[in-house]
């Protein structure tokens, strides 16, 4: 069965960091895409970014753009989401996603459609 376990999350307060972590297990490949999306209350779903396992761009929004970064860990199917200089618009519930079909990450990464398994979400909330 393939899971996605996500741990991290909280609060932090405003131009603060937060490190979230995904792992993926229950699946046999090797390569895929990977990110997260985001979805705040009275906002629609938006996703925030992307990567290919086993070696590619990464992909991010506009928003996170030069603020947000992810690093892997191929060995563990790890996949970790660093938020830096967080925003009010920033809060959140952060959810893992992956295809797992062997896929790249192509021009519609940022598409919900496009990632068949979906982690449980984890808060993020920013204090002023």
């Known amino acids: 069965q393939v899971q996605l376990v996500q741990s991290g999350g909280g609060s932090v307060q405003a131009g603060g960091s937060m490190k979230l972590s995904c792992a993926a297990s229950g699946y046999t490949y090797s390569n895929y895409c990977m990110g997260w999306f985001r979805h705040a209350t009275g906002k629609e779903r938006e996703g925030g970014a992307a990567v290919y396992i086993g070696g590619g761009r990464q992909y991010y929004v506009n928003s996170v753009k030069g603020r947000f970064t992810m690093s892997q860990d191929n060995a563990k199917n790890a996949l970790f989401p660093q938020m830096n200089s967080l925003k009010a618009e920033d809060i959140a519930m952060y959810y893992c996603?992956?295809?797992?079909?062997?896929?790249?990450?192509?021009?519609?990464?940022?598409?919900?459609?496009?990632?068949?398994?979906w982690g449980q979400g984890t808060q993020v909330t920013v204090s002023s």
């Open positions: 996603v992956a295809d797992l079909a062997g896929r790249r990450c192509g021009g519609s990464w940022w598409r919900a459609y496009e990632y068949k398994y």
